[in-house]
Protein backbone atom coordinates (compact mmCIF):
# COMPACT_ATOMS: atom_id res chain seq x y z
CA UNK A 1 0.00 0.00 0.00
CA UNK A 2 2.34 2.56 0.91
CA UNK A 3 4.86 1.66 -2.13
CA UNK A 4 1.55 2.12 -4.54
CA UNK A 5 1.09 5.59 -2.89
CA UNK A 6 4.34 6.69 -3.39
CA UNK A 7 4.62 5.19 -6.79
CA UNK A 8 1.43 7.91 -6.91
CA UNK A 9 2.80 10.57 -5.62
CA UNK A 10 5.85 10.45 -7.87
CA UNK A 11 3.77 10.50 -10.89
CA UNK A 12 1.61 13.42 -10.03
CA UNK A 13 5.55 15.11 -9.24
CA UNK A 14 6.79 14.37 -12.58
CA UNK A 15 3.47 15.50 -14.31
CA UNK A 16 3.09 18.99 -12.35
CA UNK A 17 6.67 19.24 -12.28
CA UNK A 18 6.50 23.22 -12.31
CA UNK A 19 3.87 23.65 -9.12
CA UNK A 20 4.83 27.05 -7.30
CA UNK A 21 3.51 29.53 -6.01
CA UNK A 22 1.54 31.80 -8.54
CA UNK A 23 4.29 34.44 -8.22
CA UNK A 24 6.96 32.36 -9.15
CA UNK A 25 5.52 32.12 -12.82
CA UNK A 26 4.57 35.27 -13.29
CA UNK A 27 0.76 34.49 -13.89
CA UNK A 28 0.24 38.35 -14.88
CA UNK A 29 -2.03 39.13 -11.76
CA UNK A 30 -4.05 35.68 -12.37
CA UNK A 31 -5.37 35.90 -8.99
CA UNK A 32 -5.79 38.83 -6.35
CA UNK A 33 -3.21 38.87 -3.67
CA UNK A 34 -5.39 37.12 -1.19
CA UNK A 35 -5.90 34.32 -3.02
CA UNK A 36 -2.35 34.17 -3.57
CA UNK A 37 -2.02 32.38 -0.22
CA UNK A 38 -1.68 28.57 0.17
CA UNK A 39 -2.14 28.44 -3.65
CA UNK A 40 0.45 26.64 -5.36
CA UNK A 41 0.20 27.19 -9.49
CA UNK A 42 1.37 24.27 -12.56
CA UNK A 43 1.57 25.08 -16.34
CA UNK A 44 3.30 22.13 -17.24
CA UNK A 45 0.15 19.88 -17.72
CA UNK A 46 0.47 17.77 -20.55
CA UNK A 47 -1.27 18.91 -23.58
CA UNK A 48 -1.75 16.92 -26.83
CA UNK A 49 -2.70 18.81 -30.12
CA UNK A 50 -4.57 18.83 -33.00
CA UNK A 51 -5.40 20.44 -36.34
CA UNK A 52 -9.02 19.71 -37.50
CA UNK A 53 -10.71 20.30 -40.35
CA UNK A 54 -14.07 21.53 -40.60
CA UNK A 55 -16.79 19.86 -41.69
CA UNK A 56 -19.41 22.51 -42.07
CA UNK A 57 -20.52 25.59 -41.09
CA UNK A 58 -24.13 27.12 -41.03
CA UNK A 59 -24.21 30.18 -43.04
CA UNK A 60 -27.79 30.91 -43.79
CA UNK A 61 -29.63 33.68 -42.02
CA UNK A 62 -26.35 35.52 -40.85
CA UNK A 63 -25.57 38.82 -40.20
CA UNK A 64 -23.64 39.03 -43.53
CA UNK A 65 -22.33 37.08 -46.17
CA UNK A 66 -19.04 36.70 -48.08
CA UNK A 67 -17.80 37.21 -51.43
CA UNK A 68 -14.63 36.98 -53.23
CA UNK A 69 -11.28 35.15 -53.65
CA UNK A 70 -7.79 35.68 -51.28
CA UNK A 71 -4.81 33.50 -51.10
CA UNK A 72 -1.37 33.44 -48.68
CA UNK A 73 1.60 30.95 -48.84
CA UNK A 74 0.32 29.43 -45.33
CA UNK A 75 -3.38 28.62 -45.70
CA UNK A 76 -3.90 28.35 -49.33
CA UNK A 77 -6.62 29.72 -51.19
CA UNK A 78 -9.99 30.66 -49.72
CA UNK A 79 -12.94 31.48 -52.36
CA UNK A 80 -16.25 32.33 -50.99
CA UNK A 81 -19.70 33.20 -53.05
CA UNK A 82 -23.57 33.97 -51.87
CA UNK A 83 -26.71 33.23 -53.06
CA UNK A 84 -30.08 34.85 -52.04
CA UNK A 85 -33.85 35.53 -52.73
CA UNK A 86 -35.57 38.95 -53.82
CA UNK A 87 -39.07 40.26 -53.58
CA UNK A 88 -41.26 42.70 -54.78
CA UNK A 89 -40.93 46.68 -53.51
CA UNK A 90 -44.96 46.76 -53.79
CA UNK A 91 -47.71 43.96 -53.98
CA UNK A 92 -49.12 43.93 -57.77
CA UNK A 93 -46.99 46.39 -59.40
CA UNK A 94 -48.11 47.78 -62.54
CA UNK A 95 -45.75 48.38 -65.53
CA UNK A 96 -46.06 50.14 -69.09
CA UNK A 97 -47.15 47.77 -71.58
CA UNK A 98 -44.37 48.91 -73.98
CA UNK A 99 -40.82 50.28 -71.99
CA UNK A 100 -37.62 50.17 -72.61
CA UNK A 101 -34.98 48.70 -70.10
CA UNK A 102 -31.76 50.93 -69.95
CA UNK A 103 -29.98 49.27 -67.31
CA UNK A 104 -29.99 46.56 -64.45
CA UNK A 105 -27.91 46.86 -61.27
CA UNK A 106 -27.32 44.56 -58.25
CA UNK A 107 -25.89 46.30 -55.44
CA UNK A 108 -25.32 45.01 -52.29
CA UNK A 109 -23.96 47.06 -49.10
CA UNK A 110 -20.52 46.19 -47.59
CA UNK A 111 -20.30 46.13 -44.36
CA UNK A 112 -16.71 47.18 -43.49
CA UNK A 113 -15.43 44.20 -43.20
CA UNK A 114 -12.04 42.62 -45.50
CA UNK A 115 -9.83 39.72 -45.36
CA UNK A 116 -6.42 39.95 -47.84
CA UNK A 117 -4.71 42.01 -49.95
CA UNK A 118 -7.86 43.61 -52.29
CA UNK A 119 -7.33 43.49 -56.20
CA UNK A 120 -9.14 42.82 -59.59
CA UNK A 121 -10.87 40.00 -60.02
CA UNK A 122 -13.53 37.94 -61.93
CA UNK A 123 -17.32 37.99 -60.74
CA UNK A 124 -20.53 35.83 -62.17
CA UNK A 125 -23.74 35.84 -61.44
CA UNK A 126 -26.44 33.40 -61.99
CA UNK A 127 -30.11 32.72 -61.95
CA UNK A 128 -30.87 29.95 -59.52
CA UNK A 129 -32.28 26.99 -60.79
CA UNK A 130 -33.73 25.76 -57.72
CA UNK A 131 -35.63 27.56 -54.43
CA UNK A 132 -33.75 28.21 -51.71
CA UNK A 133 -36.20 29.04 -49.14
CA UNK A 134 -35.58 30.61 -45.91
CA UNK A 135 -36.33 28.18 -43.42
CA UNK A 136 -34.17 25.24 -45.34
CA UNK A 137 -31.33 26.08 -43.38
CA UNK A 138 -28.17 26.04 -45.69
CA UNK A 139 -24.81 25.24 -44.49
CA UNK A 140 -21.32 26.63 -46.26
CA UNK A 141 -20.32 23.86 -48.47
CA UNK A 142 -24.31 23.80 -50.72
CA UNK A 143 -23.08 24.45 -53.43
CA UNK A 144 -27.17 25.40 -54.97
CA UNK A 145 -27.60 24.74 -58.36
CA UNK A 146 -28.10 27.40 -61.22
CA UNK A 147 -28.66 28.05 -65.01
CA UNK A 148 -25.92 28.48 -66.98
CA UNK A 149 -26.22 31.95 -68.46
CA UNK A 150 -23.63 34.14 -67.10
CA UNK A 151 -26.22 37.47 -66.60
CA UNK A 152 -23.38 40.35 -65.78
CA UNK A 153 -23.70 42.65 -68.49
CA UNK A 154 -20.13 42.18 -69.23
CA UNK A 155 -18.45 39.23 -68.50
CA UNK A 156 -15.15 40.22 -69.03
CA UNK A 157 -15.17 42.86 -66.67
CA UNK A 158 -13.38 42.90 -63.15
CA UNK A 159 -14.20 44.03 -59.99
CA UNK A 160 -12.15 45.90 -57.20
CA UNK A 161 -13.62 45.87 -53.78
CA UNK A 162 -14.06 49.08 -52.12
CA UNK A 163 -15.89 48.45 -48.69
CA UNK A 164 -14.93 51.66 -47.01
CA UNK A 165 -15.40 54.33 -50.23
CA UNK A 166 -19.19 55.37 -50.76
CA UNK A 167 -20.59 55.94 -54.25
CA UNK A 168 -21.05 59.40 -55.64
CA UNK A 169 -24.32 58.63 -58.42
CA UNK A 170 -25.71 61.43 -60.20
CA UNK A 171 -27.54 63.12 -58.17
CA UNK A 172 -26.51 61.82 -54.72
CA UNK A 173 -23.83 59.87 -52.41
CA UNK A 174 -24.60 56.33 -51.62
CA UNK A 175 -22.91 54.31 -48.66
CA UNK A 176 -20.11 51.93 -49.58
CA UNK A 177 -21.84 49.08 -52.14
CA UNK A 178 -20.45 46.61 -54.99
CA UNK A 179 -22.80 47.58 -57.67
CA UNK A 180 -22.90 45.11 -60.55
CA UNK A 181 -24.31 45.39 -64.06
CA UNK A 182 -26.60 42.93 -65.56
CA UNK A 183 -28.41 42.28 -68.44
CA UNK A 184 -31.53 44.34 -69.76
CA UNK A 185 -32.94 41.36 -70.97
CA UNK A 186 -33.29 39.78 -66.92
CA UNK A 187 -35.06 43.82 -66.19
CA UNK A 188 -37.18 42.64 -69.06
CA UNK A 189 -38.17 39.78 -67.83
CA UNK A 190 -38.66 40.84 -64.46
CA UNK A 191 -41.09 43.71 -65.20
CA UNK A 192 -42.69 42.03 -67.50
CA UNK A 193 -43.14 38.26 -66.90
CA UNK A 194 -44.80 35.43 -69.27
CA UNK A 195 -47.44 34.84 -66.66
CA UNK A 196 -49.06 38.34 -65.54
CA UNK A 197 -49.77 36.64 -62.03
CA UNK A 198 -45.98 36.08 -60.86
CA UNK A 199 -46.42 39.83 -59.58
CA UNK A 200 -49.23 39.43 -57.55
CA UNK A 201 -46.87 38.47 -54.31
CA UNK A 202 -43.83 37.96 -52.86
CA UNK A 203 -44.51 33.77 -53.36
CA UNK A 204 -45.58 33.93 -56.72
CA UNK A 205 -42.44 35.93 -57.49
CA UNK A 206 -39.78 33.75 -55.87
CA UNK A 207 -41.83 30.48 -57.47
CA UNK A 208 -40.77 32.03 -60.65
CA UNK A 209 -37.32 34.03 -60.21
CA UNK A 210 -35.67 31.85 -57.33
CA UNK A 211 -32.85 34.50 -56.79
CA UNK A 212 -29.08 34.90 -57.49
CA UNK A 213 -25.73 33.35 -56.83
CA UNK A 214 -22.45 35.50 -56.96
CA UNK A 215 -19.98 33.90 -57.15
CA UNK A 216 -15.74 34.88 -57.06
CA UNK A 217 -13.05 33.46 -59.32
CA UNK A 218 -10.26 32.19 -57.98
CA UNK A 219 -7.86 35.50 -58.85
CA UNK A 220 -7.13 37.40 -55.13
CA UNK A 221 -9.29 40.06 -55.10
CA UNK A 222 -9.84 39.98 -51.24
CA UNK A 223 -12.72 38.51 -49.64
CA UNK A 224 -15.57 41.46 -48.21
CA UNK A 225 -18.55 40.70 -46.29
CA UNK A 226 -21.64 42.31 -47.36
CA UNK A 227 -25.13 42.91 -45.57
CA UNK A 228 -27.93 41.85 -47.62
CA UNK A 229 -30.52 43.03 -46.04
CA UNK A 230 -29.87 46.27 -45.96
CA UNK A 231 -31.83 48.93 -47.91
CA UNK A 232 -29.02 49.31 -50.37
CA UNK A 233 -29.15 45.82 -51.23
CA UNK A 234 -31.11 45.03 -54.14
CA UNK A 235 -31.73 44.71 -58.23
CA UNK A 236 -32.74 47.96 -59.36
CA UNK A 237 -34.06 48.12 -63.20
CA UNK A 238 -34.16 51.77 -64.58
CA UNK A 239 -36.51 51.82 -67.85
CA UNK A 240 -38.03 54.15 -70.02
CA UNK A 241 -41.55 54.17 -71.58
CA UNK A 242 -43.70 56.60 -73.53
CA UNK A 243 -45.84 59.16 -71.24
CA UNK A 244 -48.52 61.04 -73.65
CA UNK A 245 -46.07 61.81 -76.06
CA UNK A 246 -43.05 62.33 -73.65
CA UNK A 247 -39.88 59.97 -72.77
CA UNK A 248 -40.05 59.23 -68.95
CA UNK A 249 -37.55 57.89 -66.93
CA UNK A 250 -38.22 55.77 -63.58
CA UNK A 251 -36.92 52.50 -61.76
CA UNK A 252 -38.42 49.49 -59.99
CA UNK A 253 -36.19 48.06 -57.03
CA UNK A 254 -36.72 44.30 -56.19
CA UNK A 255 -35.12 44.46 -52.36
CA UNK A 256 -33.46 41.06 -50.06
CA UNK A 257 -35.16 41.38 -46.73
CA UNK A 258 -35.03 39.35 -43.63
CA UNK A 259 -37.68 37.75 -45.19
CA UNK A 260 -35.30 36.10 -47.72
CA UNK A 261 -33.38 32.83 -47.97
CA UNK A 262 -29.64 33.78 -48.23
CA UNK A 263 -26.14 31.80 -47.38
CA UNK A 264 -22.85 31.88 -48.11
CA UNK A 265 -20.57 29.07 -49.99
CA UNK A 266 -16.96 28.96 -48.93
CA UNK A 267 -14.30 26.66 -49.77
CA UNK A 268 -11.23 26.11 -48.94
CA UNK A 269 -7.92 24.58 -51.15
CA UNK A 270 -5.18 23.42 -48.46
CA UNK A 271 -3.35 21.93 -51.40
CA UNK A 272 -2.10 25.37 -52.70
CA UNK A 273 -1.05 25.65 -49.38
CA UNK A 274 2.70 25.79 -48.63
CA UNK A 275 2.61 24.17 -45.24
CA UNK A 276 2.66 20.10 -45.63
CA UNK A 277 -0.03 20.43 -42.73
CA UNK A 278 -2.55 22.10 -44.51
CA UNK A 279 -1.76 19.86 -47.31
CA UNK A 280 -2.65 16.70 -45.71
CA UNK A 281 -5.94 18.37 -44.50
CA UNK A 282 -7.47 17.36 -48.54
CA UNK A 283 -6.89 13.53 -47.82
CA UNK A 284 -7.45 13.54 -43.71
CA UNK A 285 -9.60 15.37 -41.34
CA UNK A 286 -7.23 15.51 -38.22
CA UNK A 287 -3.63 15.89 -37.73
CA UNK A 288 -1.50 15.80 -34.69
CA UNK A 289 1.10 18.92 -33.90
CA UNK A 290 2.53 19.57 -31.25
CA UNK A 291 4.23 22.53 -32.95
CA UNK A 292 2.30 24.67 -35.10
CA UNK A 293 -1.42 24.82 -34.97
CA UNK A 294 -3.49 26.34 -37.31
CA UNK A 295 -6.87 28.19 -36.91
CA UNK A 296 -9.21 29.66 -39.61
CA UNK A 297 -13.03 30.92 -40.00
CA UNK A 298 -15.27 30.64 -42.26
CA UNK A 299 -15.56 26.60 -42.30
CA UNK A 300 -11.50 26.45 -42.28
CA UNK A 301 -9.89 24.59 -39.54
CA UNK A 302 -10.01 24.11 -36.00
CA UNK A 303 -8.13 22.88 -33.15
CA UNK A 304 -8.60 19.78 -30.99
CA UNK A 305 -6.82 19.70 -27.28
CA UNK A 306 -6.28 16.62 -25.01
CA UNK A 307 -5.47 16.60 -21.25
CA UNK A 308 -4.62 13.02 -20.43
CA UNK A 309 -2.77 13.93 -17.37
CA UNK A 310 -5.26 15.95 -15.99
CA UNK A 311 -6.98 13.98 -13.62
CA UNK A 312 -3.94 13.54 -11.41
CA UNK A 313 -4.86 17.15 -9.67
CA UNK A 314 -7.68 14.45 -7.98
CA UNK A 315 -4.72 13.17 -6.17
CA UNK A 316 -5.66 15.57 -3.05
CA UNK A 317 -9.19 15.22 -1.67
CA UNK A 318 -10.60 18.40 -1.40
CA UNK A 319 -8.39 20.20 -4.11
CA UNK A 320 -9.41 23.62 -5.43
CA UNK A 321 -8.81 24.70 -8.53
CA UNK A 322 -8.79 28.67 -7.99
CA UNK A 323 -8.24 29.52 -11.47
CA UNK A 324 -7.51 27.64 -14.81
CA UNK A 325 -6.20 29.56 -18.24
CA UNK A 326 -5.50 28.29 -21.18
CA UNK A 327 -2.81 30.72 -22.83
CA UNK A 328 -2.88 30.85 -26.51
CA UNK A 329 0.12 32.73 -28.20
CA UNK A 330 -0.19 33.41 -32.03
CA UNK A 331 2.21 34.46 -34.86
CA UNK A 332 2.07 38.11 -35.87
CA UNK A 333 1.52 38.63 -39.45
CA UNK A 334 0.96 42.02 -40.51
CA UNK A 335 -0.63 41.23 -43.77
CA UNK A 336 -3.89 39.05 -41.77
CA UNK A 337 -5.19 40.10 -38.49
CA UNK A 338 -6.02 37.08 -36.39
CA UNK A 339 -9.54 36.19 -35.46
CA UNK A 340 -10.76 39.04 -33.09
CA UNK A 341 -12.12 36.34 -30.74
CA UNK A 342 -11.89 32.63 -30.09
CA UNK A 343 -14.30 30.27 -28.35
CA UNK A 344 -13.55 26.59 -26.85
CA UNK A 345 -15.91 23.64 -26.65
CA UNK A 346 -15.66 20.37 -24.95
CA UNK A 347 -17.06 17.36 -26.62
CA UNK A 348 -19.84 15.18 -25.27
CA UNK A 349 -20.53 11.33 -25.37
CA UNK A 350 -22.81 12.03 -28.32
CA UNK A 351 -20.20 13.75 -30.10
CA UNK A 352 -21.63 16.90 -29.54
CA UNK A 353 -19.57 20.54 -29.11
CA UNK A 354 -20.85 22.04 -25.83
CA UNK A 355 -19.87 25.23 -24.57
CA UNK A 356 -17.86 25.28 -21.38
CA UNK A 357 -19.84 26.06 -18.41
CA UNK A 358 -17.25 29.25 -18.13
CA UNK A 359 -18.94 30.49 -20.78
CA UNK A 360 -22.29 31.46 -19.35
CA UNK A 361 -20.54 32.79 -16.46
CA UNK A 362 -19.08 35.19 -18.95
CA UNK A 363 -16.01 35.35 -17.37
CA UNK A 364 -14.34 32.91 -20.35
CA UNK A 365 -12.34 35.50 -22.20
CA UNK A 366 -11.21 34.33 -25.90
CA UNK A 367 -10.85 37.86 -27.08
CA UNK A 368 -7.25 38.79 -28.86
CA UNK A 369 -4.68 40.50 -27.13
CA UNK A 370 -2.46 41.89 -29.97
CA UNK A 371 0.09 43.09 -27.54
CA UNK A 372 0.85 40.45 -26.10
CA UNK A 373 0.20 38.53 -29.10
CA UNK A 374 -2.10 35.23 -27.04
CA UNK A 375 -5.41 34.86 -26.52
CA UNK A 376 -6.52 33.89 -22.96
CA UNK A 377 -9.32 31.18 -21.67
CA UNK A 378 -10.88 30.84 -18.33
CA UNK A 379 -12.01 27.66 -17.88
CA UNK A 380 -11.81 27.30 -14.29
CA UNK A 381 -15.04 25.35 -13.84
CA UNK A 382 -14.93 23.00 -15.99
CA UNK A 383 -11.53 21.95 -14.53
CA UNK A 384 -12.63 22.11 -11.41
CA UNK A 385 -15.91 19.71 -12.41
CA UNK A 386 -13.68 17.15 -14.61
CA UNK A 387 -11.05 16.90 -11.45
CA UNK A 388 -13.86 16.38 -9.36
CA UNK A 389 -15.37 13.84 -11.54
CA UNK A 390 -18.37 15.76 -12.69
CA UNK A 391 -17.23 15.91 -16.60
CA UNK A 392 -15.53 13.39 -18.37
CA UNK A 393 -11.79 14.42 -19.50
CA UNK A 394 -13.02 14.95 -22.93
CA UNK A 395 -11.65 16.47 -26.10
CA UNK A 396 -11.83 20.29 -26.10
CA UNK A 397 -12.20 22.14 -29.59
CA UNK A 398 -10.72 25.75 -29.85
CA UNK A 399 -12.85 27.58 -33.51
CA UNK A 400 -12.49 31.34 -34.52
CA UNK A 401 -15.14 33.52 -33.77
CA UNK A 402 -17.61 35.05 -36.20
CA UNK A 403 -16.74 31.75 -38.34
CA UNK A 404 -19.71 32.78 -40.31
CA UNK A 405 -18.76 36.19 -41.43
CA UNK A 406 -15.07 36.14 -41.80
CA UNK A 407 -12.29 34.50 -42.63
CA UNK A 408 -9.46 35.23 -40.66
CA UNK A 409 -6.57 32.84 -40.21
CA UNK A 410 -4.26 32.24 -37.44
CA UNK A 411 -0.93 30.79 -36.61
CA UNK A 412 -1.22 28.88 -33.36
CA UNK A 413 1.60 28.02 -30.91
CA UNK A 414 1.63 24.45 -29.99
CA UNK A 415 2.60 23.10 -26.74
CA UNK A 416 5.94 22.30 -27.92
CA UNK A 417 6.07 25.05 -30.72
CA UNK A 418 9.34 26.72 -28.34
CA UNK A 419 11.96 25.98 -25.92
CA UNK A 420 10.65 28.59 -23.83
CA UNK A 421 7.13 27.18 -22.23
CA UNK A 422 6.08 30.95 -22.25
CA UNK A 423 5.79 31.08 -25.98
CA UNK A 424 3.93 27.73 -26.15
CA UNK A 425 0.30 26.66 -25.47
CA UNK A 426 -0.13 26.25 -21.66
CA UNK A 427 -2.74 25.21 -19.45
CA UNK A 428 -2.22 27.62 -16.31
CA UNK A 429 -3.47 25.95 -12.97
CA UNK A 430 -3.64 27.72 -9.68
CA UNK A 431 -5.35 25.26 -7.10
CA UNK A 432 -5.15 24.57 -3.21
CA UNK A 433 -5.91 21.82 -1.09
Known sequence: MRNTLFLLCAFALVVFNACKKPTD?????????EDVLNANQTDTASIVSYIV??????????????????????????????ATQFVLSGASPSFP???????VILSVAYTGYSYGSKGDGYLSVRELSAALPKSAGFNSSYDAPVLNENLLENPLQTFQFKPKTYFFGAQDSLAPQLRIPLKTSLGTRLLHP?????????????????????????SSMGVVALDLTNINSKITVYYRFDNGGLADTTFYEFPVTSDCGRYSQLQHFYQFAEQPELQSLNTADTLANQSQLFLQAGAGTKIKLELPNLLDLQMSAGRIVNRAELIVPFDVDLRYAPSSQIFIFYQNNEGNLVALPDQFSGTIGGGVEAANKRYRLNITQYIQKVISGELENAPLFIVSGAAGVSVNRTIIHGPEFSEDNFQNLRLVITYSN
Do not use: H, I, M, W
Request: include cysteine.
Open 53 to 82: REDTLSTDELSACLLGSYSDETFGRTVASF
Open 194 to 218: ADSTVLDSDENFQASFKGLKVEAAS
Open 97 to 103: ETFEVDS
Open 25 to 33: LQADGLLPQ
